[in-house]
Nanobody, 126 residues
Framework: QVELVESGGGLVQAGGSLRLSCACSGRSFSIHPMGWFRQGPGKERDIVAAIGWRGESTYYADSVKGRFTISRDNARNMVFLQMNSLQLEDTAVYYC???????????????????WGQGTQVTVSS
């Protein structure tokens, strides 16, 4: 059974930092690209960041460039999202997702992800 479990969300003041983790099991995630998406209240689920299977390629949404960093540890089947300089607009449920294609590069396309975690809430306060 494939499972993605996010952790690390919470309440943080604007300007603060959080590190999200995603633990992957039930599949050879080390050969698949991975991504983080987020969905704010009343909004679509949008890409935040993505990373290729070896970590050689990354993608960031314009709104998080320079503030967020995605990384992965294939030996532990883990993916991380370091979030710095958090803003009120970053408040959302954050989802980890596993890419469909083996040996793929980072992709922002939502339909190229086939497994999703349950999500972790990130709330940024003023």
């Amino acid at each position: 059974q494939v499972e993605l479990v996010e952790s690390g969300g919470g309440l943080v003041q604007a300007g603060g930092s959080l590190r999200l983790s995603c633990a992957c099991s039930g599949r050879s995630f080390s050969i698949h690209p991975m991504g983080w998406f987020r969905q704010g209240p009343g909004k679509e689920r949008d890409i935040v960041a993505a990373i290729g299977w070896r970590g050689e390629s990354t993608y960031y949404a314009d709104s998080v460039k320079g503030r967020f960093t995605i990384s992965r540890d294939n030996a532990r089947n883990m993916v991380f999202l370091q979030m710095n300089s958090l803003q009120l607009e970053d408040t959302a449920v954050y989802y980890c997702a596993a890419g469909t294609f083996k040996f793929g590069r980072a992709t922002p396309k939502r339909d190229e992800y086939d497994y999703w975690g349950q999500g972790t809430q990130v709330t940024v306060s003023s």
